[in-house]
């Protein structure tokens, strides 16, 4: 059978050799011609594919892109309108006729204040820890996972920043991956920024989460992660 099929083969292609040889030399310079037209634009056509994919892709990623950052700059606004009242009720408290500060004195240590982080970037490094610990999982496991962040920068166990925090060496692995520097998605952006505003929404003494039970004692089981008391 396998010599049958050879055979028949050989025939057919010696049949189209001898259809070819026989076309006039115009013809055969025409069909050539035409299949190397052919052939140079379907090259082009999916040259201007990819290109066009490729347009899209960025786009869709600048978009999403700026609407995290315009997301996460509302949320620090809000921050900074916040502590700001907080600061002028606070002012009138302590002076109520607004002279109680000597003359020529700073109201405030200007230094330490240029020196402190802004709410944008902490707001925007606390919705990367989500987004890499607890991106594609519920709303509730990602507050968690944020008020475990501040729960450990108010313990004397733990350093005093969220960015000392979510740095720390030994504590938080997704640092060194790829998805800690993606941007972070809405739903992390959101959960992120309602936990500093109004903080931790847990028990300020869990202070651990992990896969696996630890510490002393687990609080609750989200999504496949223990949070764990200290």
Same mark, same amino acid.
């Given at each position: 059978?396998?010599?049958?099929?050879?055979t028949?083969?050989?025939?057919?292609?010696?049949?189209?050799?001898?259809k070819?040889r026989r076309?006039?030399?115009e013809d055969?310079?025409?069909?050539?011609k035409?299949?190397?037209?052919?052939?140079v634009?379907?090259?082009?056509?999916i040259?201007?594919?990819?290109?066009?994919?490729a347009h899209?892709?960025k786009?869709?990623?600048?978009? &999403?892109?700026?609407?995290s950052?315009?997301?996460i700059k509302? #949320?620090? +606004? $809000?921050?900074? =309108?916040?502590?700001?009242?907080e600061?002028?009720?606070?002012s009138?408290d302590?002076?109520?006729?607004?002279?109680s500060?000597e &003359?020529g004195a700073p109201?405030?240590d200007?230094a330490e204040? #240029?020196? +402190? $982080?802004?709410p =944008?970037?902490?707001?925007?490094?606390?919705?990367?820890?989500v987004?890499?610990?607890?991106?594609?999982v519920?709303r509730e496991?990602?507050?968690?996972v944020a008020s475990v962040?501040l729960?450990?920068?108010?313990?004397?166990?733990?350093?005093d920043?969220?960015?000392?925090?979510?740095?720390?060496s030994g504590?938080?692995?997704?640092?060194?991956?790829?998805?800690?520097?993606?941007?972070p998605?809405?739903?992390s952006?959101?959960?992120?920024?309602?936990v500093?505003q109004?903080g931790?929404?847990?028990?300020e003494?869990?202070?651990?989460?992990s896969?696996?039970?630890?510490?002393?004692g687990?609080?609750?089981?989200?999504?496949?992660n223990?949070?764990?008391?200290e």
């Amino acid at each position: 059978m396998k010599r049958k099929k050879s055979t028949r083969k050989r025939s057919i292609i010696k049949a189209y050799r001898r259809k070819w040889r026989r076309l006039p030399r115009e013809d055969q310079v025409f069909v050539v011609k035409f299949l190397g037209t052919a052939f140079v634009l379907l090259i082009v056509i999916i040259v201007l594919l990819s290109l066009l994919i490729a347009h899209i892709v960025k786009s869709a990623d600048a978009g &999403e892109s700026k609407k995290s950052n315009k997301v996460i700059k509302e #949320t620090s +606004a $809000s921050a900074k =309108d916040k502590a700001s009242s907080e600061d002028k009720v606070s002012s009138d408290d302590a002076s109520p006729d607004g002279d109680s500060s000597e &003359e020529g004195a700073p109201a405030e240590d200007e230094a330490e204040v #240029t020196g +402190a $982080s802004s709410p =944008d970037a902490e707001v925007e490094l606390l919705a990367r820890l989500v987004n890499a610990e607890a991106g594609d999982v519920s709303r509730e496991t990602q507050i968690a996972v944020a008020s475990v962040i501040l729960n450990r920068v108010n313990s004397d166990k733990f350093p005093d920043t969220i960015s000392e925090v979510i740095y720390q060496s030994g504590q938080y692995t997704t640092v060194s991956g790829s998805k800690f520097n993606e941007t972070p998605n809405d739903a992390s952006i959101e959960s992120a920024a309602y936990v500093y505003q109004n903080g931790s929404q847990i028990p300020e003494n869990v202070l651990y989460q992990s896969l696996t039970p630890l510490g002393g004692g687990v609080w609750k089981q989200l999504d496949g992660n223990y949070f764990c008391y200290e």
